[in-house]
């Protein structure tokens, strides 16, 4: 069970980036996949999720209208389209897999397996 994140890389503000986490196994197909961020000395914090229908989203209110989340099951990834980046943004990104396709959250315990994270870095 592997999911491999990439995409990252440096931009400068109000560059755009497009993340993209595939799945190892056609199981995620039937599970929320999520991001996640961590920025140096701070603690990883929810940024977008999307059920297993790709019908309900949620968004962290610091990227509502910026980022938007996708996913395309007959490939088994999630992306993250990140519009307008802020320094703020600047982190190393991670995306999940939900542990029930019931459950959508936003905390990391909904979240059973996680990428390796890669790396955002914007620049103002």
């Known amino acids: 069970v592997q999911l491999q994140a990439s995409g990252g890389g440096s931009v400068q503000a109000g560059g755009s980036l497009r993340l993209s986490c595939a799945a190892s196994?056609?199981?995620?197909?039937?599970?929320?996949m999520g991001w996640f961020r961590q920025a140096p000395g701070k603690e990883r914090e929810f940024v977008a999720t999307?059920?297993?229908?790709?019908?309900?989203?949620y968004y962290a209110d610091s990227v509502k209208g910026r980022f938007t989340i996708s996913r395309d099951s007959r490939k088994n990834t999630v992306y993250l389209q990140m519009d307008s980046l802020k320094p703020e943004d600047t982190a190393v990104y991670y995306c999940?897999?939900?542990?029930?396709?019931?459950?959508?959250?936003?905390?990391?315990?909904?979240?059973?397996?996680w990428g390796q994270g890669t790396q955002v870095t914007v620049s103002s």
């Open positions: 196994e056609r199981t995620f197909s039937s599970l929320p």
């Open positions: 999307m059920d297993w229908t790709g019908g309900l989203t």
């Open positions: 999940a897999s939900g542990r029930s396709s019931y459950v959508t959250g936003r905390d990391a315990q909904a979240y059973q397996y």
